[in-house]
Each structure stands twice: as C-alpha cells, then as structure tokens.
C-alpha cells in the first residue's frame, strides 16, 4: 500500500511516496546507528585533545589522521555528531557535535576555494536545523557570500579551485555545495545566493555530462567568454572515465536541486543519472560501486564505500519524487546499499578502524592517496542514509 507522507529529517523537508519499508533493514538500520553513536563518541574522546583538528582518515599501521579546519572534508565529523545527537538525544553528543563544529567555523571567511559549503553545511547545516540560533544562522550566511565570491558572471558558474593548470576549473563535487546557497536565501532573503546556484547547475547540466548521463570531473572554462576548454578528470581513471564519487555527487547534486527548486528538469536529469548507476553492467550486486566504473582491472578493482554511501542517501530521497515502479526501484538499490555497507565487510568494529565506522573508500587513487580507507564523508553519508530510512519506517508506521 502507498501512502502520501510529508516529514521533516536531515536538512530538509520533501513529500515522499512511500512503500512498506523493510522491517529487516529498519531493525539493521537502527542498530547500526547505535553503533555509529557508540563509535564517533570514542571519535570525539580523541579529538578532544587534538585541538583545532578534525579527523580525516588512518595510516597503514592503523594511526589516526586528522586535518585542519581548512581542508575539505572537515565539516563532516561534526556533521556526523549533529546526525547522532538527533538520533540518540544525547546531551555529551551534542557538546561533541557543537565543539567540533566550533572547529570549522572559520572556515565561514574564506573564499579561496568551493568546498566551504562542504565543511559549513554538513556541520552548521545540521546545527541550525536542530538548534535554529541566530549565530549558527549567521555563519552560513557568511558562507554563502564567501562562496559567491567565486561566481563568476560571465562563466555563469562558481569556480571550484584556484590551484592547477587549469584556467576556471569546476568540478561535479562542487554541485554538493549549492545547498548552503539555497538554505541561505530562505534564511537570508537574499535571492542572489539562490540565483547563483540554479546558474551552476544549469550549466553544469549542459557542459559536465556525456550523452549517456554519465559525468566528467573538471571542466574548465575560458573565463572571458565561458566556453568549455578542456573536459577530463584529476581523480577518476581517465578523462572519459566515470570517477564513482564524482556520479554520486551528480546524483546527489541533482536530486537535491529539484527539493530546493522544483524545477522538473533537474529531476529528470537526476533519474538519468540513476539509470546510468542501475542499469550499468560495472556495477556489482551489492551496488557499492568499483571506485571508477571504468578502472580496468575489474572485478579486483578496489570498491568506494564513500560513493556507495553517497548514492543510498541520494536514492532514498529520489524515490520520494518519482512513483511506481521508479520509486521501489530507488528504495530498493538504498535498501541494498545499507545492507551491504552495514555488513561487517564494511562496517567497522567497536573500538577498531581508529575509530570510523565505514572502512574501504578510496580518497584519491591516481594520487595513490587514502587508498582503500576509513573517510568521514563515507560515514556521514551512511548515517544520513540510515537517518532517512528509520524516518521513513517511522512515518509509514503511524
Ligand atoms: N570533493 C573531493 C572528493 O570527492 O574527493
């Protein structure tokens, strides 16, 4: 039986059509974020006599690795924290979450790369929405004109990095950061913040994807005319590759900017990139994809939790907004991922994996870089996953 539900969880609020929920995946879904609790809280012991650092990821001999407020991935522990807190309504989670928040905070004035809506959005974001005060208000909207700095109007879009060779370089991870410009129009009544992102993403519909719904990493742009001049890849295996993180970005990207816009287009543009994920014969089983669908010595290619995790959030909030058939399609590929990423092939143990929950993502392998390791965004994105499954089961049971 269908239901139409309107609920409210992680950093918005949309109309699912739901089915039954699996019982099975509720009752893993839910110990599991127990877990997850009981993880990050030691997490957060570490950390606390770390200061001013956030975790990143292990070394080979096990040794937990930490960044500076300042690198991409630090606004995710916190983020995590803020997920958990919201889960278990534990007050010592909740301290965590606002001291490690505190942490990336300023993080909020820069303005010399795009990933301040990573680091400012899954902490903050997740902050405001639980605890609505003026201060956490203020520093995503400080963000959003920090990052709009980077929008170039003649482009039409926000450069991704003043690093490289390249001239204006934008790169499909950075349609993730959109939705702190959405969130700071509603917050601000600013509409250039949302005028900024909808630009992005139109563009980056037309320059980013390949006829068969798959995506480039980088694009880059001549900055005086806004002319694509190089299409290829810094962290995927080839430039014509599909990079598994960068079309679980995509995915993620998109589905998000239908929620913010209602723009039909980008839900169609979305379910594309879904069926280039589902349909594609590199895609194992258990749907936690080979870290590029075209790495050539698969199936012994090294597999992404992070891109898996990333996509299962993306399909549950996607099969809210298509119906039939589509939907149960989506709802099912998330159950499996939570399946597979809950197993102890994935999940870590208690006390283990320094401390992470997730272990086997890839960070960058043509770097040799955080190959086959714990990553805080792999953990984020699985407990936002498992957040809007229970949600779902919660509302469906009433
Ligand atoms: N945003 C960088 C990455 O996905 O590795």
Known sequence: MKRILVFCFS?????????????????????????????????????????????????????????????????????????????????????????????????????????????????????????????????????????????????????????GKWQYPVIIDNMMNLELLFNATKFSGDSSFYNIAVAHANKTMINHFRSDASSYHLVSYNPMTGIPELKGTVQGYSDSSSWARGQAWALYGYTMCYRETNDIIFLKHALRIADFLLSNPRMPNDLIPYWDFDAPNIPNALRDASAGAIMCSAFIELSGYVKGKESKRFLKAAEKQILTLSSPQYQAKLGENGNFILKHSVGSFPHNAEMDVPLTYADYYYVEALMRYIHLNEKVKK
């Not at 997920?83 to 909740?94: C, D, G, S, V």
């Open 11 to 163: 950093l918005f609020t949309f109309t699912i059509l739901a089915f039954p929920v699996s019982q099975k995946v509720t009752k893993i879904a839910e110990k599991s974020l127990q877990f997850s609790a009981q993880q990050y809280s030691l997490m957060a012991e570490v950390m606390k006599d770390k200061p001013n650092l956030l975790p990143r990821t292990i070394d080979d001999s096990g040794k937990l690795i930490t960044s500076k407020a300042n690198w991409w991935t630090s606004g995710f522990f916190p983020g995590t924290l803020w997920y958990l807190a919201e889960y278990t309504k534990n007050e010592k989670i909740r301290t965590d979450a606002e001291l490690m928040s505190q942490r990336v905070a300023n993080q909020q004035y820069v303005t010399n790369n795009h990933d301040v809506g990573f680091m400012i959005y899954c902490s903050y974001g997740n902050g405001y929405r639980l605890y609505p005060t003026d201060e956490y208000k203020n520093i995503i909207i400080n963000t959003a004109r920090s990052l709009s700095t980077r929008f170039n109007p003649k482009v039409g879009l926000i450069r991704s990095w003043d690093h």
